[in-house]
């Protein structure tokens, strides 16, 4: 049969969707990028807003209106916390909540498919990740979490912590090479947790791969920065592992962190950059902000405005605070006005757009190494553009004859200038490339 895999929201989702379509395949079926072809098709949905349930019913909706044929399961945080609701919707053949994801493709197989020969009975080599040619694949390395942030909805939707075996996590990202995966990014809902449950540690498991695996570029989803131990940017001294991290900030303000119920004050969270900084040259540090947290005043705002500018970073995700029925944060005093969040939001995107492009300004002169994507069709005089990201994790984009195939390789580059419109590196290739 063929089976079309869809995800909104987090890394998380897409790791999973990897995984299933690796077993969908190794049980007999084939894996289309197209609705309208698929037999089957599994949505994975998300819940971390309102606007992320909305997005999630309107593609239920859409998914079954493009193929009515097919069967469609629904899995993901937005099934898991509204099953009744999912499950009556119209088309809908099958949910799968969270809990049970990672069964997913045998509860299909017993309850909607025919039984099928393994694929990999006749040919092994014929599992390509995902069919879509990709370059990177998300690992999911650990779900659920400890902590109850008093805004995140998704540590409900998830539950307990429970983290994979080192050995599934390194057969994994040995599989994924074969088939021609050069990065991987380890993703989880609290990835900084790995191991709680098994004596280990995420410090431990990153050893561990670099030690047992191939891959050629290791890099981290998003780890919260109170887990990260005395030693843990040593590991970046083995150049595999890339000099990048997303640490969620989430507000600037001591006061509002407290509120928030978040685990790392902003003096601790400067001098982990700081630390990140020195010991690696030319570290990026990504982060979330959360802009009108209730009770959330104009003087704390500028509080946080002032941190994210003194810290620098190279990119910032900005959310309007979305209340979430079963936190704790929908049911306190003072929430702040729609019109307020969403001239915050504005004020934060200015000053992260001018961070970002200081971040890119800094890098012109440097040599590094691009991982390259599919190029973008060749223009009239037989150049084609390709775009890739840097070990830092900085978007750049190259112009090659058409000669020059550069898909899912990793090469060496200059960086010549910054296109300020698109925010993006100019880089040439370096003598050898």
Known sequence: M?????????RLNEAELEQWSIAFQADGHTITNTATDADLMVLNTCAVTNDASRKSRNLINRLH??????????????????????????????????????????????????ATMPLRATNPDDIALYNRHRQRAFIKVQDGCRYRCAFCIVTHARGNEVSRSVEDITNELNFLHTQGVQEAVLTGVHVGGYG????????????????????????????????????FFDLFSNPRLMPH??????????????????RCKTKNFAQLISDARAAIPGFNIT????????GETEQEWQQTMAFVEQTGFGHIHIFPYSPRAGTKAANMADQVELKIKRARCKELADLAEALKLNTLQQAVGVSTEVLWESPKQSDRNGYRRYNGYTN??????????????????????????????????????????
Do not use: Y
């Not at 063929?2 to 929201?9: C, D, E, I, Q």
């Not at 296109?419 to 993006?424: A, G, N």
């Open 245 to 262: 991290m997303h640490l969620p900030l989430q507000s600037g303000s001591d006061t509002v962190l407290k509120r928030m119920s978040r």
């Open 65 to 114: 209106r493009e193929n009515s044929t097919a069967k469609l399961v629904i899995t993901g945080c937005h099934a898991s916390l509204n099953p009744d609701e999912v499950a009556d919707t119209h088309g809908v053949d099958l949910v799968v909540s969270n809990d049970k994801k990672s069964s997913l493709p045998e509860i299909i197989n017993t309850q909607l498919m025919p």
């Open 392 to 433: 830092n994790f900085l978007r750049a984009q190259i112009n090659v004859t058409d000669s020059t195939d550069l898909t899912s390789s990793i090469t060496r580059v200059k960086i010549t200038s910054v296109d300020e419109d698109k925010l993006i590196l100019n880089v040439e290739l370096e003598n050898g490339n």
């Open 287 to 294: 982060t979330d902000i959360i802009a009108g947290f209730p």
């Open 196 to 231: 709680s449950d098994l004596d280990s540690s995420l410090f431990q498991l990153v050893e561990t791969i670099l030690t047992d695996t191939d891959m050629p570029r290791i890099r981290f989803a998003s780890v919260e920065p109170w887990d990260l131990g005395d030693q």
């Open 2 to 10: 063929k089976v079309h895999l869809k995800a909104l929201g987090c």
